[in-house]
């Protein structure tokens, strides 16, 4: 199993339920500068660390999907956690960095 600083999710869990407080934290930061530096520590740190997870699974699966050949649950919940932030700018500057994921994102979006 990969190393992860988040706990595992369980099958009836939402990733938004992990992260969301984290978010809605750093969008509530007084002050426009500081928001601005809460909101891009978020991005940089706690959503591209789940992002290199995810791109390890798929390194090790050698797979399109998460789970399987082909889409399950499992890929339809991470295609719902990008669209779940309003800043998409952000969720896909994070996403840059990782191909595989930006794939998959589009082929989930296509089915």
Not at 31 to 50: Q, W
Request: net charge neutral.
């Amino acid at each position: 199993m990969l190393p992860c600083k988040y706990p595992p999710l369980k099958s009836n869990q939402d990733f938004s339920a992990i992260f969301s407080p984290k978010y809605f934290k750093a969008k509530s930061v007084e002050g426009e500068e500081a928001k601005a530096a809460a909101l891009k520590s978020f991005f940089e740190e706690t959503i591209a660390s789940r992002f290199a997870q995810w791109d390890n699974i798929f390194k090790a699966n050698n797979n399109s999907y998460f789970v399987g050949n082909s889409i399950t649950l499992a890929d339809i919940k991470i295609s719902q956690f990008y669209d779940f932030f309003d800043d998409q700018d952000s969720i896909n500057k994070q996403l840059a960095a990782f191909p595989k994921l930006v794939e998959h994102r589009q082929r989930v979006n296509d089915n």
